[in-house]
């Protein structure tokens, strides 16, 4: 299984690693972040950051004192890269209502893959974003009828996308 | 009435080899005279708040061995000028906002890449 963190649920792993590190009580959301990522065990579950978050941790890694604690992090997750009809599905997904950036999440959870671009999508994408989870609930039949009309005119592996499961990182693989 | 049904000496277990006998109509006939077990099947299985501490108490404890038992404190510098603590006590939107400066890059600016032909596709 193949999960994507969206940015926030991201942050909030790596800002749980840190409270951890000081010592200090995890919000809630920093707990079932950790959780999650502390059940990850490649190959059954793989977690994924998007391209701009391990921008931020490779510059955060640079210091010192924050190494250790967000190479811990950075060694269990992968970075999802986008692939061939990235951009066109995130443009169909901006049609369904979703914001640039939530299109964009989406669009790499369907069109998406990793450093060796052995796979194409994920299962899962983890979230906090409950308005994100509805919208793509409530959107899914319409959403699912896009791909499939999409799908009609390209070529293969990538006519086997699929949609994601968006949830919040407490219904991941539970 | 419903006192009745509660006295039944039947267990969860042995009602549900019952239904497994019924015929499809009869399964979609029970979902109706129940709705909630509807509402049940669509909600997603939840970790609990005593599962995740569980694991994270052994993640608290890895995060302290790569530290070395050398705990952070708040006044380590950390990114933008910020100490930790003063960057942990800042809103969230705040927080969001300086990630995304720091991020330097757009994902709908990448690069697309091709995939291998026999590429696993999650479905």
Redesign the interface.
């Known amino acids: 299984m193949h999960c994507l963190l969206d940015k926030v649920t991201a942050r909030r792993a790596v800002e749980g690693l840190l409270k951890l590190a000081k010592g200090r009580t995890l919000s809630i959301q920093e707990l079932f972040t950790l959780d999650l990522f502390s059940r990850t065990a490649p190959p059954t579950l793989r977690l994924f950051i998007v391209p701009p978050t391990a921008n931020v941790l490779q510059s955060l890694a640079q210091l010192p004192r924050y190494s250790a604690v967000i190479h811990l992090f950075l060694n269990q997750v992968e970075i999802a890269l986008p692939t061939r009809y990235f951009k066109r599905w995130a443009r169909r997904l901006r049609g369904h209502g979703f914001t640039r950036e939530d299109a964009a999440v989406l669009a790499l959870a369907t069109f998406g893959t990793d450093e060796n671009a052995t796979i194409l999508g994920m299962h899962f994408v983890a979230t906090f974003d409950q308005p994100m989870i509805n919208h793509w609930a409530t959107r899914q039949v319409a959403i699912q009828e896009r791909l499939t009309a999409m799908q009609d005119d390209i070529p293969m592996p990538y006519r086997h996308a699929f949609l994601p499961q968006v949830l919040r990182p407490e219904h991941v693989g539970a | 009435m419903s006192g009745s049904i509660f006295a039944l000496p039947v267990s969860v277990e042995q009602l549900a080899a019952a239904i497994k006998q019924m015929s499809q109509t009869d399964q979609k006939q029970l979902l109706d005279l129940v709705p909630d077990l509807r509402h049940i099947a669509s909600q997603?299985?939840?970790?609990t708040?005593d599962?995740?501490?569980t694991?994270?108490a052994?993640?608290?404890a890895?995060?302290?061995s790569?530290?070395k038992d050398r705990?952070?404190?708040?006044d380590?510098?950390?990114?933008g000028g910020l100490t930790?603590g003063q960057y942990?006590a800042l809103p969230d939107e705040e927080?969001?906002k300086l990630?995304?400066e720091?991020?330097?890059?757009?994902?709908?600016e990448?690069?697309?890449?091709?995939?291998?032909?026999?590429?696993?596709?999650?479905?």
């Open positions: 997603p299985s939840s970790r708040v599962q995740a501490q694991t994270v052994r993640l608290r890895e995060v302290l790569v530290l705990p952070l404190s708040p380590e510098p950390f990114m930790l942990h927080r969001t990630w995304d720091w991020a330097g890059t757009d994902l709908m990448l690069e697309e890449k091709e995939v291998d032909s026999n590429a696993l596709s999650a479905g």
